[in-house]
């Protein structure tokens, strides 16, 4: 076997144990006869891979019966859409803090539907950042608020939640699961699958079930958040293969213990950030006290320097380094699955490659 340490931004790096389950399992599904991807979402086998699936992850984020998880199919970028069509009125507004590429596709699609509020643009600043704690102009009466907690792209994190005054909504696709958060502060969150959570295609939902009920009921019935509330994300065939993994995914996070994670996710990105301090060669892209433990973005002193040491790293077995063709630069993602010694690997060739080329 010869894996290759993946910091692919997703879809990324899964647990291997999860894999090897899902080989295991790929052929006859713990004596089923068939696959999971074979089987009928109605069938009593399926039916327990979905509710253990919402039920490890509800135990992980600490959420009552006051909270439904949704699998909804369109990734991250549908939930963009889906939140102002079944929750901004014409005559309303919801706040919204643009803070990057992620945050800023999420504005454009609710202006489609109402009055859009950006309660702190930072956009385009560099070193990237999130707003400070003061700097927000949270509306009041907005229908509701929306961040991103950990801005993929530039490799800024939220380190602390807003208090904004308005059911809050939250896009965690790259930081979900990562580090300590209180997700009762929030209405409703969710994550595109692919970077924490499992395979691309699907996002899991998080809302709170009065909420949904309180959604638009005049657009279309795969569109409105209470038909997954309702039917428990079955009204049409789900994505049974993608929530499959998603659930040995949670399984896997509650075996590793999630504060263990949390603990390994700080020193994965200290290790490298401290690379980075040390150096006059590699320059980081975010605000120190912003810099995302997730993503970690960085920068040489020249492009054709970043290009080769894409080239080598890739040659020494370390995969997918490249910033995003938007900012260019380099990108470690470093997932909860993405190995201890991945990071090791890539702070040693970062030390060898300035002192080749620094
Ligand atoms: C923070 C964030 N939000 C949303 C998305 C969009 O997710 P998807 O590609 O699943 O639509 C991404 C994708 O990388 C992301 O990083």
């Known amino acids: 076997m010869s894996r290759v340490y993946n910091f692919s931004a997703g879809p990324a790096a899964l647990p291997l144990d999860v894999l090897q389950a899902a080989q295991k399992d790929l052929i006859d599904y713990k004596g089923c006869g068939m696959s999971v991807m074979e089987m009928s979402h109605r069938g009593k086998d399926y039916d327990v891979i979905h509710q253990e699936a919402i039920a490890t992850f509800k135990e992980l984020c600490g959420l009552n019966d006051d909270w439904s998880v949704c699998f909804i199919q369109g990734g991250g970028s549908m939930q963009f859409a889906m939140i102002p069509m079944n929750f901004l009125t014409k005559d309303g507004s919801a706040d919204y803090i643009n803070a990057g590429a992620w945050s800023s596709k999420a504005v454009k699609q609710a202006q489609m539907f109402g ?17 400070e704690k003061d700097e927000c102009k949270w509306t009041q009466g907005a229908l509701y608020s929306h961040i991103c907690t950990n801005e993929t792209i530039s490799g800024a994190q939220l380190k602390e939640i807003p208090e904004t005054g308005s059911p809050l909504f939250a896009d965690m696709s790259s930081d979900i699961l990562s580090c300590e958060r209180d997700y009762s502060k929030f209405s409703m969150f969710y994550a595109g699958a692919q970077k924490n959570l499992g395979p691309s295609g699907m996002a899991v939902v998080a809302i709170r079930k009065e909420l949904a009920e309180k959604g638009a009921a005049t657009i279309p019935t795969m569109l409105q958040y209470r038909t997954y509330v309702d039917e428990d994300s079955l009204h049409n065939t789900p994505p049974t293969w993608a929530i ?4 040995e995914t ?10 263990n994670l949390f603990k390994l996710n ?3 990105a200290q290790k490298i950030y401290n690379v980075i301090d040390a150096s006059g060669f590699y320059r980081g892209t975010a605000k120190k006290e912003f810099r995302s433990n997730m993503n970690i973005t960085w920068r040489l002193p020249s492009e054709e320097l970043e290009t080769l040491f894409v080239k080598q790293a890739a040659e020494a077995g370390m995969k997918s380094l490249k910033g995003h063709r938007s900012v260019g630069g380099i990108r470690a993602s470093i997932y909860n699955a993405f190995p201890m010694e991945g990071v090791d690997a890539l702070v040693d060739f970062m030390k060898e490659f300035e002192k080749k080329n620094g």
């Open 115 to 131: 009055n859009v509020n950006v309660v702190a643009n930072c956009q385009k600043d560099i070193p990237t950042r999130m707003p």
């Open 244 to 247: 499959y993994i998603f659930g």
């Open 250 to 259: 949670m399984k896997w996070v509650k075996r590793m213990g999630k504060e």
């Open 266 to 268: 700080d020193e994965k």
